[in-house]
């Protein structure tokens, strides 16, 4: 049985492109730290801000990854809106 996370991570389509743009390894290891970000969807970002609709996003930089996220509590999914090369 696969490994059950109290989160869900959803990729916007922004977030996606940036996914499928970068190698295989690349890949395994992103996915891997969203899935690590879904274990903690309360975790709170070194800074957050707000969005078009008024809603608080976490931004948390990883070595050199910048991702923007926010946990939807209502459906268990981490919403990962935004990943940027620094």
């Known amino acids: 049985m696969a490994d059950r996370h109290p989160y869900e991570p959803v990729l916007s389509s ?6 499928v743009a970068i190698s295989k390894s690349r890949q395994r290891r992103l996915i891997g ?3 690590q970000l879904a274990d903690n969807p309360s975790q709170i970002g070194d800074y957050s801000g707000p969005d078009d609709s008024g809603r608080e996003v976490q931004f948390i930089l990883v070595r ?4 923007a996220f926010w946990a939807d509590h209502a459906v268990r999914e981490l919403r990962i809106v ?3 090369e620094i």
Do not use: G
């Open 14 to 19: 922004k977030s996606a492109a940036f996914l």
């Open 33 to 35: 730290l969203l899935y």
């Open 64 to 67: 050199d990854l910048l991702i």
């Open 82 to 84: 935004d990943i940027e």
